[in-house]
């Protein structure tokens, strides 16, 4: 059996240079700053999900199934907040095709606002690539 776990490499931040700059000011989310999550998600996400959170990410080629797009996945995004924590913090564990596939359990690595974070960055990202209204509350 073997197992594919993607953990958050932490790659040299010489490759995260942001492509623009956001306006933290105009965009807030309840429980997270957009801000902070970029920059943990270009530290550790981007590398599977991609830039614009399409998963299209260069480590996601080899990965099946395909990590989340956060723009396409209009059903995944439109759970709640509090279930979108709780899969990030616990990762996701599961099998296919007789592989075991795995996202890090971030609550090991990121603390709770850290993830709050993040996730208002992807809520960012998923509405910004369905060209909705950015201003994410």
């Not at 623009?20 to 590398?47: L, M, P, V």
């Not at 059903?75 to 095709?97: N, V």
Request: charged residues 30%.
């Amino acid at each position: 059996v073997s197992v594919t776990l993607i953990a958050g490499c932490g790659f040299s931040d010489s490759v995260n240079k942001p492509r623009e700059e956001i306006d933290a000011g105009k965009i807030t989310s309840k429980k997270g700053d957009i801000s902070i999550g970029k920059g943990i998600y270009n530290k550790y996400c981007f590398y599977c999900h991609g830039m614009e959170g399409r998963g299209d990410g260069a480590i996601s080629i080899g990965l099946t199934p395909r990590p989340v797009d956060f723009v396409n996945d209009v059903e995944r995004m439109q759970k709640s907040d509090e279930a979108l924590f709780e899969t990030i913090s616990k990762g996701i564990h599961r099998t296919y095709d007789g592989e075991a596939l795995a996202m890090p359990q971030w609550n090991l690595i990121l603390k709770d606002d850290e993830i709050w974070s993040v996730l208002a960055y992807i809520r960012y990202l998923s509405a910004k690539g369905r060209g909705e209204k950015t201003d994410v509350r």
